[in-house]
T-cell receptor
Framework: AQKITQTQPGMFVQEKEAVTLDCTYD???????LFWYKQPSSGEMIFLIY??????QNATEGRYSLNFQKARKSANLVISASQLGDSAMYFC?????????????FGQGTELSVKP | DAGVTQSPTHLIKTRGQQVTLRCSPK?????VSWYQQALGQGPQFIFQ???????QRGNFPDRFSGHQFPNYSSELNVNALLLGDSALYLC????????????FGQGTRLTVV
């Protein structure tokens, strides 16, 4: 069975510093995708970044990068130069082969607070 | 380009009633999935619709049902509401072919009293 684990319920970071949010996963499928979403207090899940299991390079999207370590089954999110607007819940999620559709399995989330 | 839109944004219902939530997918997306997010938890998959049929289903009772229309929009119906059904209901759309993206709407916050 697929599983996502986020072990940090809450994190604090100083504005303009970098922060790493941890995510480990478990799956027996050779093909899978890993996602990070941001959920502000308004409730909307905002897509941040995606990493495919066969992608050779770590995904990057602006200030977001995904540190993908396949052998360790980890997919940590790195946010560089934190901003006050980054304060939110962050969810790591996994999906099986995308061409088969596939549900997203979410972790419990990490609440990030950015201090001025 | 409109993203995923859900209606209504908030809803209060009484135990035993029935509720219908609506979702319009992002342009170019033909697959719609529904998730339930209880307070303080990650979203849980309810079911997925593609070509107007339920393709996958999570561990939810038959009280939860859905529908997809020819224009790819979708409805989530919940019958015989329980207090425990109070949650944020999220709709996600994705393309069946061409990419792994999955975009969410802003959610419908359902409160059962």
């Amino acid at each position: 069975a697929q599983k996502i684990t986020q072990t940090q319920p809450g994190m604090f970071v100083q504005e303009k510093e970098a922060v790493t949010l941890d995510c480990t996963y478990d799956t027996s499928d050779p093909s899978y995708g890993l996602f990070w979403y941001k959920q502000p207090s308004s409730g909307e899940m905002i897509f941040l970044i995606y990493q495919g299991s066969y992608d050779q390079q770590n995904a990057t999207e602006g200030r977001y990068s995904l540190n993908f370590q396949k052998a360790r089954k980890s997919a940590n999110l790195v946010i560089s130069a934190s901003q006050l607007g980054d304060s939110a819940m962050y969810f790591c999620a996994m999906r099986g082969p995308y061409n088969q559709g596939g549900k997203l399995i979410f972790g419990q989330g990490t609440e990030l607070s950015v201090k001025p | 380009d409109a993203g995923v839109t859900q209606s209504p944004t908030h809803l209060i219902k009484t135990r035993g009633q029935q509720v219908t939530l609506r979702c319009s997918p992002k342009s170019g997306h033909d697959t719609v999935s529904w998730y339930q997010q209880a307070l303080g938890q990650g979203p849980q998959f309810i079911f997925q619709y593609y070509e107007e049929e339920e393709r996958q289903r999570g561990n939810f009772p038959d009280r939860f049902s859905g529908h997809q229309f020819p224009n790819y929009s979708s409805e989530l119906n919940v019958n015989a509401l329980l207090l425990g059904d109070s949650a944020l209901y999220l709709c996600a759309s994705s393309p069946r072919q061409g990419g792994p993206e999955a975009f969410f709407g802003q959610g419908t916050r359902l409160t059962v009293v």
